[in-house]
C-alpha cells in the first residue's frame, strides 16, 4: 500500500533552517505528484509546495515564496523541503502527500516550531 513518511522536523530559532524528507514507497514515485502541505493550531491544512512528476515544474505558496524549495529524486523515491529563513508562522505540522492514480495519500505529519 502507499506509504509516506516524513522526517526531519524539530525546533528551530526564527531564521533558521531546517531540510524535510518524505520516503515513499508502495507506488511508482515518479507516476505521483507531490507535495508538502502544512496545518498549525486552530487553522485550516494549506499548501507549501507541489513538484510535477519530473521535478521539472514547482509551485508554491505566497507565504513561503524565496524562502522555501521543494525537491524530489526519483531513484531514491524521496520529496525535499529546504525550509530557510523561518518564522515563527511557520510553526506547523508539515505533511508529505501524493496524488497517485486521482487518488489523494497522506504521511502522518513531522512538527515544526519556530521559537526563541
Known amino acids: 500500500q502507499v506509504r509516506l513518511v516524513e522526517s526531519g522536523g524539530g525546533l528551530v530559532q526564527p531564521g533558521g533552517s531546517l531540510r524535510l524528507s518524505c520516503a515513499a514507497s508502495g507506488f511508482t514515485f515518479s507516476e505521483g505528484f507531490m507535495s508538502w502541505y502544512r496545518q498549525a493550531p486552530g487553522k485550516a491544512r494549506e499548501l507549501v509546495a507541489g513538484?510535477?512528476?519530473?521535478?521539472?515544474?514547482?509551485n508554491y505558496g505566497d507565504s513561503v515564496k524565496g524562502r522555501f524549495t521543494i525537491s524530489r529524486d526519483n531513484t531514491k523515491n524521496t520529496v525535499s523541503l529546504q525550509m530557510n529563513s523561518l518564522k515563527p508562522d511557520d510553526t506547523a505540522v508539515y505533511y508529505c502527500?501524493?496524488?497517485?492514480?486521482?487518488?489523494?495519500?497522506w504521511g502522518q505529519g513531522t512538527q515544526v516550531t519556530v521559537s526563541s
Open positions: 502527500k501524493v496524488v497517485f492514480r486521482l487518488r489523494n495519500y
Open positions: 513538484i510535477t512528476r519530473t521535478g521539472g515544474s514547482t
